[in-house]
């Protein structure tokens, strides 16, 4: 992981342009009074975007003086994340994940060809195209090794793969983004080795389940209406329980 420093050269100022100023006044609305600091990322996010790619310490101060910040205080978030470019980078910033989880499946490599292809890290090649930096993980761990360039996440990468990209990239000629290899997402290379049942896709699981669910509710349904309707019935005495209601009583008899 490199040190984190401001560019030795820096410009003079920085101001946001007329919509940038309306975009992060949207942001900070967002947050109730005296809570206005939580939008620093985002405007620093854009501040960068703005100035080409880097962030330069005007913006920073210009990102404080909007929030009612310390300096120091977003300095320190400029100079923590990775994701902000302290120094002037290329057309296409080539930030190679150098995590355990990309190392173990050859980061260091996809390094050596920065080295060789672009130089050391923070340098901009002399077309303007490519420079690059280490950064710690991207999140993509299940695809490693991995690089983001600008916006984009390249991953599953070796050698071979990553040197023809930045060559692609640096002749302005189509990539993909996303794996390198025949794999869908983070799915398994090659494609999927489970729930290849097409009829798990057609609907007719879908609507066998739902043929017997409607028979099962509908014979409840209907046990139900009977139940209701044996209740209703007028309830039949025996033939003893006649009988003995034509008996009279001793009361009778004494009368």
Known sequence: MSVRRL???QPESFAFTPENV???????????????ASAVISLLWKAQEQHGGWLPEP??????????????????????????????????FVQVCGTTPCLLRGADKLMHVCEKVIGHQNHVTEDGQLSWLEVECLGSCSNAPMAQI????FEDLDPESFEKLLDDLRNDRPVKPGPQVERACSGPVGGPTTLLDQSLYDGSVVGSWKK?????KAAKEAATVQAATEAAKPKETS??????AKQPTDKTKGA
């Open 150 to 153: 600008n916006y984009d996440y």
């Open 212 to 216: 017997r669910f409607d028979e099962t």
């Open 22 to 36: 309306k975009w992060a006044k949207g942001i900070i609305a967002k947050y109730p009074e005296g809570r206005q």
């Open 239 to 244: 033939p003893g329980e006649k009988q003995a």
């Open 7 to 9: 560019a030795a050269v």
């Open 59 to 92: 913006a920073i101060r210009a990102v404080a003086d909007m929030l009612g910040m310390a300096y120091i205080r977003v300095l320190e978030v400029a100079t923590f994340y990775t994701m902000f470019a302290l120094q002037p980078v290329g057309k296409h």
